[in-house]
């Protein structure tokens, strides 16, 4: 009885190492396929890096040279900003030399502009830029003023494309010119 159980015990065992060897060569052979995945997958990140890396570096040059570009741009934006400033008070330095004077509405940022000799026929001495609207606000005719108010308001609204009107302004003789 003795012997038939340790023949019985060591087929047992043996059948237990055969399957244990089996295991073993299935675990390897999955150790191994997944190594390979593991490998192929850091060879293709390590591409996708590298085209990153390449990436960023064109963005980074596209990114700089906009940067000059744009640097560029401003300063002639600048220049030709100053040049037409310049041009713009020749003009009005040589209309006030050669006119009976001249005047200017911005509509876009609402400032007028009106030359000295106006102001000098009108008998308004020493008025400065500040207080120019408000000046004017007293001093045009009531009736002309309602009518300006509309077609400055006709203008904004783009029914007209331009701003023509006569009006009557006070003098400090008390006379309407």
Request: proline share 1%; with cysteine.
């Amino acid at each position: 009885i003795i012997a038939i159980i340790l023949r019985y015990s060591k087929l047992k065992r043996e059948q237990n190492e055969k399957k244990l060897i089996q295991q073993n060569e299935e675990l390897d052979r999955r150790v191994a396929d997944r190594t390979k995945e593991v490998v192929f997958a850091n060879e293709k990140l390590e591409l996708q890096t590298e085209q990153i890396i390449k990436q960023n570096q064109e963005l980074e040059d596209h990114r700089h040279n906009l940067l000059e570009l744009v640097k560029v741009r401003t300063e002639n934006l600048e220049e030709a900003n100053l040049e037409l400033k310049r041009s713009r008070d020749r003009l009005l330095r040589m209309l006030d030399a050669n006119s009976d004077g001249v005047w200017e509405h911005n509509f876009a940022n609402d400032q007028t502009y009106i030359s000295k000799i106006i102001w000098d026929k009108l008998g308004y001495k020493s008025v400065t830029i500040s207080n120019t609207k408000d000046l004017l606000c007293k001093i045009i005719h009531p009736e002309d003023l309602i009518i300006i108010k509309q077609k400055h308001r006709q203008n904004k609204l783009g029914y007209s494309a331009l701003f023509i009107v006569e009006f009557r302004i006070f003098t400090t003789t008390k006379d309407w010119m």
